[in-house]
């Protein structure tokens, strides 16, 4: 099965995914973590080049096509097979980030972005998107203090540096998006503890275990 965790910056996605990862494999299911940008060999030196803080000024356009090539080879190399060696592929983030920052973030055509992302993913789709939600502000406070405590600030802080608008036009989107998809998308709030958001999480998961 393969799931992917959405939402801004800030939400708690890594620590839902190895709390995932643990319930599932107490479970019995073989499970792969990845994550974009960077899932891939490609994936990782793209990653840098995203998010660094020397990369303030990317034009939207050439941001939107390394994460597509990003994507291509992480679905080429990393997530198609480990779905064909029967294993569960939970990813932080997936094409859903491109429509969301790149669209209703900065200003690019939605079902435009959509349509790439479909040459990109080459037909692969997840089964479900779980939307941690978050006000802006809580989210982007949490992670710039993650940055700071990781001494990340610089190497992958350049969407954290964003204005508080762009963060809010972000989640707006992202609220948007699950709408127009809800057989895909489930939301969960993400201003709980992670103990407690995990325990949503885990109640989302169980209908797909044997």
Do not use: C
């Not at 190497?155 to 964003?162: D, H, I, Q, T, V």
């Amino acid at each position: 099965m393969f799931i992917t965790l959405e939402g801004i910056e800030g939400t708690g996605k890594s620590t839902q995914l190895k709390l995932m990862a643990e319930y599932l494999e107490s479970r019995g299911q073989d499970v792969l973590l990845t994550r974009e940008p960077g899932g891939s060999d490609l994936g990782r030196e793209l990653r840098r080049m995203l998010l660094h803080m020397d990369s303030q000024g990317m034009a939207p356009t050439a941001e939107l096509f390394l994460y597509l090539a990003d994507r291509a080879q992480h679905v080429a190399q990393v997530i198609r097979p480990a779905l064909e060696a029967g294993k569960w592929v939970i990813s932080d983030r997936f094409a859903d980030s491109t429509v969301v920052y790149q669209g209703y973030g900065r200003g690019l055509d939605p079902k435009l972005l959509h349509s790439l992302n479909a040459v990109a993913v080459d037909g692969l789709w997840p089964e479900m998107t779980i939307l941690l939600d978050l006000d802006p502000e809580t989210g982007l406070n949490r992670a710039l203090a993650r940055n700071l405590r990781e001494g990340k600030s610089r190497e992958e802080g350049r969407f954290e540096a964003e204005a508080l608008d762009f963060h809010r036009r972000v989640r707006e989107g992202y609220l948007t998006w699950a709408a127009l998809h809800p057989d895909r998308f489930r939301l969960v709030d993400g201003k709980e503890t992670p103990e407690v958001v995990f325990q949503r999480v885990r109640d989302l998961l169980e209908p797909h275990l044997p």
